[in-house]
């Protein structure tokens, strides 16, 4: 019996067969996108011939051209080229640029060369795992090494942590960079023997080694860093209480804490700034003069942080929202959810006086938001235009916390104000009002969401209006004392009392 190519052309043959050996294909080519790690389709120019009659899904005819599935890495970018060729590039995102990574971006050449024969290889490969590191260390990421750390050591104590829930449910995102970079340089440091701290067993820090640590947390190539070790110690010492209640068979009996007690150096604390109300309206009336939509965002998040106290990170990401802004058929308020706590704040705008008048009492703060352009449901968002021509749309993009603050700086110049002035120093400055009206604690922890006093007392400043106040009252106290003490009537000396002792003895005489 004949084969049932028999008779059929070699060539034709061969090709069929080189077809059956490619991947799926699809009808687009290699993807642009540089992040995705999804397989793109690369294509390739090739005449059409009369034997390339593919039949399965190895091959989709199209008249002209075979379209082959290529896997594309990470950071890798297509271009096209004259004549129809594509060229590869490594191109690190401006997010991790701006985030101070280091690795170049360069060109790749073709595929092979780019991504290796099953996009899994070549050049991208390499400079893929060098992005890894970078990334890891700028979070604080444990090493391979630490993944796999042995039970029972300072390695495992701190991964164990950051399973637990008290370190997922209670650690923001925001702050966790910093926590894990805390982690990873005490675990780096090394002990007289040069040991490494996160290689050794938890019950071999001892209060006394936790005394030593603390003294080598501070000492930097830079000076003494006193906040550096508080950080640490305190850390320290939540990481041992928190595993501890988890595993207690891994801690020593005796101290399983031994972080309790370690006696710290006395610093100054710095004290935050905080901006007064004429420099807050100073700054937003120069950001509306200015005209730009970027500056007027800067001006409403500027009296938002003052007037409302919410903290910049969630007025930049836009947790301000005009749903929840001078609702219909409810009183007239503006509703601040502070996700730090969980707090949710109803500030009214209006207050109806007992002869029937309105007063408005942030009419300064709503002629800043009047200005406001809304392009979604959050106040803050810039301004973004895609398509052309007739097919232009404007949306809205919440800004970046960084890219805010470089336009308040700007305005901030501008305006020839104090280089102190910031988004959190306008938050500072409304604190301290607060204490300034001299409203109770009760009243002021009404309108700041904040759960204990001694939270609410950090953030009043004792400024001279607040001092002068108090010197005041002082001063009228001493003034009405000796007014009470002026306006008695003199009172006679009281009689002498008898001599104590023996009383004289009366002799009588006839």
């Known amino acids: ?91 690190v995102p401006t997010h991790f640029r701006k985030l101070g990574c280091s690795i170049p971006n360069e060109p790749l050449g073709d595929y092979i060369t780019a991504c ?27 090493k391979d090494e630490v993944a796999g750390a042995a039970i029972g050591t300072v390695d495992w104590l ?34 007289k023997k040069s040991d490494r701290i996160g290689s050794l067993p938890i019950k071999s820090i001892s209060p006394r080694a936790a005394d030593l640590l603390y003294d080598k947390f501070i000492t930097t190539d830079d000076g003494i860093r006193m ?9 320290c010492r939540k990481a041992w209480r928190v595993v501890h209640r988890l595993y207690p068979a891994e801690f020593a ?75 219909a058929g409810k009183p007239p308020t503006i509703q601040i959810e502070h996700h730090k706590t969980g707090a949710i704040i109803d500030h009214p705008l209006e207050a109806i006086l007992d002869d029937g008048s309105i007063v408005h009492l942030y009419s300064e703060a709503e002629a800043v938001l009047s200005h406001l352009k809304r392009l979604g449901t959050p106040m803050i968002l810039r301004e973004i235009k895609t398509g052309k021509g007739e097919a232009e749309k404007t949306t809205g993009k919440t800004f970046a916390f960084s890219g805010m603050q470089k336009i308040v700086q700007r305005m ?33 922890r009404a309108l700041s969401a904040h759960r204990t006093r001694e939270s609410y007392a950090g953030y009043a400043k004792r400024t001279a209006p607040r001092v002068l106040a108090a010197t005041m009252k002082r001063h009228a106290h001493v003034m009405a004392t000796k007014a009470a003490q002026e306006a008695q009537p003199e009172q006679p000396p009281p009689a002498a009392a008898p001599p104590t002792g023996d009383r004289p003895r009366i002799v009588s005489s006839k």
């Open 158 to 191: 701190f991964r164990e942590y950051k399973q637990s829930k008290a370190y997922l449910e209670k650690v923001g995102a925001r702050s966790r960079g910093g926590y894990e970079w805390s982690m990873q340089a005490i675990c780096d440091t090394l002990n």
């Open 412 to 444: 901030r110049f501008a305006c020839e104000l104090s280089d102190d002035f910031t988004l959190d120093a306008c938050r500072h400055g409304g604190m301290t009002e607060l204490e300034e009206a001299e409203l109770t604690d009760g009243q002021g």
């Open 253 to 327: 009996k005796d101290i399983p804490n031994p972080w309790q007690g370690v006696t710290m150096k006395t610093r100054i604390k710095a004290i935050k700034s905080a901006v007064t109300r004429d420099e807050v309206y100073r700054f937003a009336k120069g950001c509306i003069a200015e005209g730009s939509e970027s500056a007027i965002a800067a001006a409403a998040a500027a009296v938002i942080c003052f007037e409302w106290l919410q903290r910049p990170e969630n007025v930049i990401a836009g947790h301000i929202k005009w749903s929840s802004y001078r609702v």
């Open 1 to 91: 019996m004949a084969a049932p190519y028999a008779g059929r052309p070699v060539g034709r043959l061969c090709r069929r067969n080189d077809c059956r050996g490619l991947p799926q294909s699809r009808r687009f080519g290699v993807s642009l996108a540089t992040c995705k790690t999804r397989p793109a389709a690369a294509m390739a120019n090739r005449r059409s011939r009369q034997g390339n009659r593919g039949t399965g899904a190895g091959i989709r005819r199209r008249r002209g051209f075979v379209t082959v599935e290529l896997n594309l890495p990470r950071h890798v970018r297509v271009k096209p080229l004259a004549g129809g060729r594509q060229a590869f590039y490594y191109e």
């Open 227 to 235: 906040r550096r070790g508080e950080k640490f110690v305190g850390l």
């Open 116 to 142: 290796g024969a099953d996009g899994a290889g070549g050049r991208a490969a390499i400079l893929n795992s060098l992005f890894d590191e970078w990334n890891d260390a700028r979070k604080g990421n444990v």
